[in-house]
C-alpha cells in the first residue's frame, strides 16, 4: 500500500525544531543578558533581541523559499511543460524530503502514462487490423451471398426454360432426323439433304444446351462416396483426347500422391470434365494442358490443378468468369454455363474453387474437395 506519511521527520518538523530552538536560545539569553548588566544596557539588550529576531525571521523565509517554494515551482512549470513534449520530458525532482518524494511520484505518474499510451496505441492498432481483415471477411461473405442467389435464381429460370424450349426442339429432332433418313432412301438432292443434316445438328445443339440448363438447375441427391479423382481425371483425358488432337494440343495428368475426395462421381466428372474442356479450347494449337491431382498442400483434403498455356484470366475477370452465362468465347460458341455448373457443384460438395495465374503462361483453376470422413466420423449419426 502506498506510504502516507514520512518514515522520517519531514520539512515542515525539522523547520519547526529549529524556529523552537532559535525561540529558545534567544530568550534564555535575553534572559541572562537581563539579569547580568545593568539597568541602563536593558534597552540596547532588548533591541538587539528584536533586530536578532528579525534576522532570524529573514533567515527562515529564505530557507522556506529555498527548500519549499523554489522545488515546488520548479515541479509546477515541469508539469506544465508534460503536455507540450506529449509527456516525454523527464521530472526532474529537486529540494530535500516532500518536495523531492512529490517530484519523484509525479515522475513515476509520468512514465505509468506514457506506458499506457503506449499500450493504448498498439491496442489501437491491433484493433485497426482486426477491423479491416473482419471487414474483408464481411465483403466476400457479402459477394459468396449474392453470387449463390444468383446461382438459385438462374436455376430456376433455366429449369422453367429448358423444359419449355426441349419439348419443341425433341419434336423438331426426331421429325428432322427421319426426314433425313426418308432422304437418303429416295436419293434426294444432296443439298437437301445437307439442308437437313444441319437442322440436326442444330437441334441437338439446342438439347444439349437445354440439358446443361437442365443440369445447372438441378441438384442430385445422389448418396455420395469416395471417390478417386486420379480415376476421374485419366477417363475425362480419354473422352478428350480426339478434341485435343484435333486442336494441337497435348494433355497429360500426373498424380502427386492419393486424391481421394468425398462426393457424387457422376457431379465430379462432370466438373473435370467441364475444366478440361475449358481448357483444351483455351489452349492455341501447339500448347498443353496439364493436370495435377493429389493431397491439399495444407493436408486439408484433396486437390485438381488445371493448368494451360492459354491467354489467360485477366484479373477483373476472375470475379465474374463463373457467373451464369458469362463467356469470354465468340457469340454462338459458348453458352456460359460450364463455369457456373461447375462452381454450383463444388459448392453443393463443401470444396472451392479458384482461378490464378499458371505456370505454363495461361490460366490455373485450382479445385479443392474434402476427404472422406473418418471411420469414427461417419458412424455419428
Not at 267 to 285: D, G, H, I, S, W
Not at 309 to 317: F, I, K, M, R
Request: include cysteine; charge should be negative.
Amino acid at each position: 500500500m502506498p506510504r502516507l506519511l514520512p518514515s522520517r521527520p519531514g520539512i515542515s518538523l525539522k523547520i519547526s525544531a529549529m524556529v523552537s530552538l532559535m525561540i529558545v536560545g534567544q530568550m534564555l539569553l535575553l534572559s541572562w543578558l537581563l539579569e547580568n548588566i545593568g539597568s541602563e544596557f536593558h534597552t540596547a539588550v532588548i533591541l538587539g533581541f528584536v533586530v536578532g529576531a528579525l534576522a532570524a525571521g529573514l533567515i527562515l523565509g529564505a530557507a522556506l523559499d529555498w527548500l519549499v517554494t523554489r522545488p515546488l515551482l520548479n515541479l509546477v512549470q515541469q508539469v506544465r511543460r508534460l503536455q507540450e513534449s506529449g509527456y516525454q520530458d523527464p521530472i526532474t525532482p529537486s529540494g530535500m524530503d516532500e518536495p523531492r518524494e512529490l517530484g519523484e511520484a509525479l515522475e513515476r505518474l509520468r512514465q505509468l502514462v506514457v506506458e499506457r499510451e503506449a499500450e493504448l496505441r498498439t491496442l489501437n492498432q491491433e484493433l485497426e487490423v482486426r477491423v479491416q481483415a473482419r471487414t474483408a471477411e464481411l465483403r466476400q461473405a457479402q459477394s459468396q451471398l449474392i453470387r449463390a442467389e444468383k446461382l438459385a435464381s438462374v436455376g430456376k429460370l433455366a429449369g422453367g426454360v429448358a423444359h419449355e424450349v426441349n419439348n419443341p426442339t425433341g419434336v423438331i429432332l426426331a421429325r428432322s432426323s427421319y426426314l433425313v433418313s426418308v432422304a437418303d432412301d429416295e436419293g434426294m438432292d444432296p443439298d437437301v439433304i445437307e439442308d437437313l443434316e444441319v437442322i440436326v445438328s442444330q437441334a441437338q445443339r439446342i438439347r444439349t444446351i437445354t440439358g446443361d440448363l437442365l443440369s445447372f438447375a438441378r441438384r442430385s441427391d445422389a448418396e455420395r462416396a469416395p471417390v478417386e479423382l486420379g480415376e476421374i481425371c485419366e477417363l475425362t483425358r480419354n473422352l478428350l483426347r480426339h478434341a485435343a488432337v484435333k486442336a494441337g494440343v497435348t494433355v497429360s495428368v500426373q498424380a502427386a500422391g492419393p486424391a481421394v475426395a468425398h462426393g457424387q462421381r457422376d457431379a465430379l466428372e462432370q466438373v473435370v470434365f467441364n475444366l478440361l474442356k475449358n481448357a483444351v479450347e483455351a489452349t492455341p494449337r501447339g500448347g498443353q494442358v496439364q493436370l495435377l491431382v493429389g493431397p491439399a498442400q495444407d493436408g486439408q483434403g484433396v486437390q485438381v490443378l488445371v493448368d494451360d498455356s492459354g491467354t489467360g484470366v485477366s484479373g477483373e475477370l476472375q470475379s465474374s468468369i463463373f457467373d451464369p452465362f458469362f463467356t469470354t468465347k465468340p457469340v454462338g460458341q459458348g453458352t456460359g454455363l460450364g463455369l457456373s455448373l461447375v462452381y454450383g457443384i463444388v459448392e453443393d460438395h463443401q470444396g472451392t474453387i479458384q482461378v490464378m495465374g499458371s505456370p505454363l503462361g495461361g490460366a490455373r483453376f485450382q479445385l479443392r474437395l474434402p476427404s472422406p470422413p473418418s471411420s469414427s466420423e461417419a458412424s455419428v449419426p
